[in-house]
């Protein structure tokens, strides 16, 4: 085990992820056997460049790949979600401490071999999802207070019903239009003039349940915000929405899939401060992808870095950054600019992410590699531990089965 | 000279010199794309079947004398139902013979779709092109005047030109012309304004070429691809409107036609006399069907964006 | 640019279009000789023409006349049908009546159906219903309706013998009112079921006709327009929220491809208007395109100038209302050029 020295069970272990795609040119091995664990309440970052296969990986999370021509080539999801506090059944109260969870482990399942009923009493629930650009993401013809709605008619319809101060076996139309699972006729049922009342009720506290959502994420004025729709918000304000339409229900695991890269720099800084806020107050466990590495320097606890399909390197933020072993990480770093780096220091990596098409046995780095050797062209690396909660896959730090072995001191041209 | 225009010249030439390599292999691609599509392929298929049998229609059928696009009549054998020695096809009314009307009509229908397709596509292009690269108040003029075009349905207004000038087959061919021409100049206009923004046509500017050859080496082979999906689909459309126009009165009576054909098969089917009708109409089908499926396939395969739909 | 700028200048180019149009269709009938040769005959004396010539003020220039023209269908006198021995302006309500409770009938169905089978087709992509729907949409834009009609007449009317033809049933005609000249409305105020069957027997297979190739405009754009929506990021972000893909489909994706599909009414309008002429030969239905057709055929200009300019203008007109929905639907729609 990977993180076998760490206490707490995660909150999900990927364990030997593929997912391939079909394509004119072959299969592509977007994701070719990646494992790692998410901890209770960390952030992981996942970085790596596009189409190395991290935005796929976190999207396995929630089996949203488009079925043809994704290919869920095999591995585990293993998700163990927090048991619902008892005392508030997950809707927030002080003995929880508004998290809606309580300390233990509800049954832990296999995401990717539940039935898609199950997955979908997940989704959005338990594990939500923040993607890149939210003036795409949020339906352009819904109001916002709409789409927010949706996931409490789908979690929520229980309390819903309770907070609209009806008894709890209500039934018939009015349960279906607070669960959205309106049949044939229920327009003009509801119309009548009794379920008209039971109707409205219904709505108030919906709207109660949206506008405390929205408030989370600080916006201004959420109860005027929910008659808005997507394209009359800011960039920023959109992506609020976003979160707090992710976190509504508490979810045990929060996907963000570069919740910043399609906003201002200075509009990033205030979202990456909410999600860290929220994250902190409600214990939220985060996958935090991203291509910007100093960014998941700034917001993670644990950062992994993603090659081709595979990950390289993982590791504490702290251990990675001072102490970064796989040549693809150095590079990464290299790449990046950060206040200290002298000018004209910048260093690309030279040559671009290779083909995912029949991979060979090789190390995937190879070709852009300043340090590669013998070993690196007639093995594949695997990750092995260095240090303490640090795994590279590298022979620099390990030794091949054969050939000759790389080092830092050896830069090849 | 600035670096700035020097930049911009070396790589003007280079794009104009690699653009032709890169047109022939998109070209290529498209051609990959049209194959691998079972209903274009289909369709391909119909078409060069209906060309072969147009051309070698005087081969396959004796043409009637004096004049072969006219129905022959076979007095003797009015009304025969299909599998008539001598009228494998059955015979109207009139004693024509069905099979002669559908094999010549091919020719008609060729006739009056390259004819239509051809000339509106070259008064179209010439017109978008002038508006497009002239602009100022030519172009409010020509685009106002198409607009109004636009504004009659197409049968509508094909239909009262072919009723004005008088019931002919060279008048509907005449009236088709007049109403799509219009069509092409739009595309053509859209293009020429497209491709006028683009860099390479700046960088060719800067060289110092003429606007002719500006045109004719840039924004001409750019603008073949929307006009050839238009005059594809087109080729079966205008086949259509005028087997339609025939149908409605506006041929002459007894000309080998298929709209001629159905209409005078029309007559009989009270009697249950179907076949006069049937077999031409499924002819004006195919036809029109065939090139639709080829003119889809040529816009699935030009559009990056259909790619793996 | 703000929407109400974009309504007020496509209000303001409307009129423009319109002159232009009787502009051609003007110009078009003058090409086609005089229109003194209806009032004529062989006995009448040069002196007895061109008297005739200056009562109806064809003496004067041509733009003169088509003043006189323009200012005549101002006050309502669209000119004397020759094929229907009366005053165009008489004939035209009933006739019009007719052909739009054809057109309707098979518009109303086309859009139900069309989206219905567009729907069920983006949404299994690639798959049999798919691939039957592109059929649909193939074929019903290369069919000849003048054939199709036939064939069904062949079938339902012929051969099986059920089939009606005509609008409607002689005696059960004359057995109601008629205030509306829509015989299923008039049927349904006279509170006559025996009417109303007979009206909509006698509307199926002319509506079928006519509805097939509208239906497959229809079901072409709903596909490709759901095909779109179905790809965008917040399908997926609808379906990470935990809705059921029921859900996401219609409130999420059909709800948004709805919205360029409106575009195409405008289209399938014109394509019904078309159509009604061949349709309305076919089955006798006394409406303006069997007129039409007539008039052409038998050099009735007034009229022809009349259905010319009146199906343009509603062309415009309904092209004009689709546009202004679109624009006010599409919320992510970029006015102006």
Redesign the interface.
């Known amino acids: 085990m990977l993180d076998a020295q760490h206490g707490a069970a995660p909150v999900a272990s990927v364990r030997d992820l593929k997912v391939y795609f079909q394509t004119?040119r072959g299969i592509v091995h977007a994701v070719d056997g990646v494992s790692f664990d998410i901890r209770d309440g960390e952030t992981l970052g996942l970085v790596g460049e596009t189409g190395c296969g991290k935005s796929v990986t976190g999207r396995s999370f929630l089996r949203l790949l488009p079925v043809p021509?994704g290919i869920q080539a095999g591995g585990s999801v293993m998700f163990n979600g927090h048991a619902v506090c008892a005392a508030c059944a997950g809707v927030g109260c002080g003995a929880c401490g508004s998290t809606g969870r309580q300390a233990g482990r509800d049954s832990s399942v296999d995401l990717l071999g539940i039935s898609s009923e199950d997955m979908r009493r997940i989704r959005g629930d338990r594990i939500a999802m923040i993607f890149q650009d939210p003036g795409k993401a949020l339906n352009p013809t819904l109001p916002i207070g709409a789409q927010i709605a949706e996931v409490f008619f789908q979690h929520r319809t229980e309390e819903l019903i309770a907070l609209a101060g009806l008894p709890a076996d209500t039934a018939g139309a009015i349960r279906r239009f607070a669960s959205q699972s309106p049949r044939f006729g229920d327009g003009w049922l509801l119309a009548l003039p009794g379920a008209r009342a039971q109707r409205r009720q219904v709505e108030a506290a919906l709207a109660k349940m949206v506008a405390s959502a929205l408030a989370e994420t600080q916006v201004p004025n959420p109860v005027k915000l929910m008659a808005r729709y997507p394209h009359e918000l800011s960039g920023g304000m959109r992506q609020r929405v976003m979160i707090a339409q992710a976190l509504a229900c508490n979810p045990d695991l929060l996907i963000a899939d570069e919740p910043t890269t399609a906003l201002d720099v200075t509009v990033e800084a205030r979202i990456l401060e909410l999600i860290r806020d929220l994250q902190q107050r409600r214990k939220t466990s985060v996958l935090y992808i991203s291509h910007d590495l100093s960014l998941v320097r700034r917001i993670s606890d644990r950062v992994a870095v993603m090659y081709a399909g595979r990950i390289v390197e993982i590791g504490a933020t702290a251990e990675i950054f001072a102490n970064p072993r796989h040549p693809y990480t150095r590079g990464l770093m290299a790449a990046a600019p950060s206040a200290d780096t002298p000018r004209g220091k910048l260093a690309a990596i030279r040559g671009t992410v290779p083909e995912l098409v029949d991979p060979p046995s090789a190390c995937r780095f190879l070709g852009r590699c300043p340090h590669e050797a013998g070993a690196c062209r007639s093995n594949d690396p695997a990750l092995q531990v260095v240090a303490p909660g640090h795994s590279v896959a590298c022979f620099i730090d390990h030794p091949a089965p054969s050939g000759e072995r790389p080092t830092y001191d050896r830069v090849t041209a | 000279m600035t670096d700035v225009q020097q930049t911009r010249i070396a790589a003007g030439a280079m794009t104009a010199d690699t653009a032709f390599r890169v047109r022939m292999r998109r070209l290529f691609g498209v051609l990959q794309g049209m194959a691998s599509n079972p209903?274009t392929v289909i369709g391909l298929v119909v078409i060069a079947l209906m060309l072969v049998m147009a051309i070698f229609a005087p081969w396959i059928l004796e043409p009637n004398s004096p004049d072969p696009y006219q129905m022959p009549r076979d007095w003797g054998a009015v009304r025969k139902p299909p599998g008539t020695p001598g009228h494998p096809l059955g015979t109207t009314n009139e004693g024509g013979d069905v099979l002669y009307g559908v094999i010549w009509g091919s020719r008609t229908s060729l006739q009056l779709s390259l004819m239509v397709v051809g000339s509106t596509m070259i008064v179209g292009t010439i017109v978008g092109s002038i508006a497009g690269l002239v602009g100022g108040w030519v172009d409010e003029v020509l685009m106002?005047?198409v607009?109004?075009?636009l504004?009659?349905?197409?049968?509508?207004?094909a239909?009262?030109?072919?009723?004005?000038?008088?019931?002919s087959f060279g008048n509907i061919i005449l009236a088709l012309a007049v109403v799509l021409w219009v069509k092409y100049a739009r595309i053509m206009r859209a293009q020429v304004l497209q491709i006028k923004q683009h860099d390479f046509v700046d960088a060719a500017r800067v060289i110092g070429d003429t606007k002719l050859n500006i045109y004719l080496r840039d924004i001409l082979p750019n603008a073949v691809t929307p006009v050839t999906v238009q005059a594809t689909l087109d080729m079966?459309n205008v086949v259509?409107i005028g087997?339609?126009l025939s149908?409605?009165?506006?041929s002459e009576a007894g000309i080998a036609e298929w709209?001629v054909l159905?209409?005078e098969?029309?007559a009989g089917?009270?009697?249950?006399r179907?076949w006069a009708?049937?077999f031409p109409?499924?002819m004006?089908?195919l036809w029109?069907?065939a090139f639709?499926?080829v003119g889809?396939g040529l816009r699935d395969a030009l559009d990056p964006r259909t790619e793996?739909? | 640019m703000q929407l109400r700028d974009y309504i007020l200048r496509r209000l303001m180019?409307l009129p423009?279009?319109?002159i232009?149009?009787s502009?051609?269709?003007f110009t078009?009938?003058r090409?086609?000789g005089s229109p003194v040769g209806i009032y004529l005959s062989h006995e009448m004396t040069p002196d007895e023409v061109a008297e005739i010539e200056a009562r109806f003020n064809l003496d004067k220039p041509v733009w003169v006349q088509y003043i006189y023209w323009i200012r005549g269908i101002a006050m309502g006198d669209f000119g004397w049908s020759g094929v229907a021995a009366a005053p165009v302006a008489d004939v035209f309500p009933l006739k019009l009546a007719a052909t739009m409770e054809l057109a309707f009938a098979s518009g109303l169905v086309a859009l139900f159906l069309g989206i219905a089978l567009g729907t069920y087709a983006g949404a299994r992509?690639n798959r049999l219903p798919d691939h039957l729907t592109?059929i649909v949409a193939?074929?019903g834009?290369?069919?000849?309706?003048?054939?199709?009609g036939?064939?069904l007449?062949?079938i339902f009317?012929?051969?099986i013998g059920i089939a009606p033809i005509g609008r409607s049933d002689a005696a059960i005609f004359a057995s109601i009112a008629h205030p509306t000249g829509l015989y299923t409305i008039d049927a349904i105020l006279a509170g006559s079921p025996t009417a109303l069957w007979d009206a909509i027997w006698h509307l199926v297979l002319p509506s079928i006709t006519l509805g097939y190739g509208a239906t497959a405009i229809v079901a072409r754009m709903m596909r490709s327009a759901l095909?779109e929506e179905l790809q965008q990021d917040y399908v997926d972000a609808a379906r990470a929220k935990g809705l059921a893909e029921r859900i996401v489909l219609k409130r999420h994706a059909r709800r948004n491809a709805l919205v360029p599909t409106v575009t195409v009414i405008g289209l399938t309008f014109?394509f019904l208007?078309?159509g009604t002429?061949?349709v309305e030969?076919?089955y006798r239905w006394p409406g303006l395109g069997r007129w039409?057709?007539d008039?052409?055929?038998r050099?009735d200009q007034a009229t022809?100038m009349t259905?010319?300019l009146f199906?343009?203008v509603l062309?415009?007109v309904v092209n004009l209302i689709v546009d202004l929905v679109y624009a006010n639907l599409d919320r992510r729609v970029t006015l102006g050029k």
């Open positions: 004119k021509p | 209903a106002r005047l607009d109004v075009f504004s009659i349905p197409e049968l509508i207004f239909l009262a030109i072919a009723a004005v000038l008088g019931p079966g259509l087997a339609t149908f409605i009165g506006l709209g159905v209409s098969g029309q089917i009270a009697s249950g179907w009708s049937t109409g499924l004006i089908f029109a069907l639709n499926l889809d793996g739909r | 180019v423009v279009l319109i232009g149009v502009i051609v269709v078009l009938t090409i086609g992509r592109r193939v074929s834009a290369s069919l000849p309706q003048f054939w199709f036939i064939l007449l062949i009317w012929a051969h095909v014109g208007l078309q002429i061949t030969i076919i039409m057709a008039s052409v055929l050099g022809l259905y010319v199906t343009s062309f415009l």
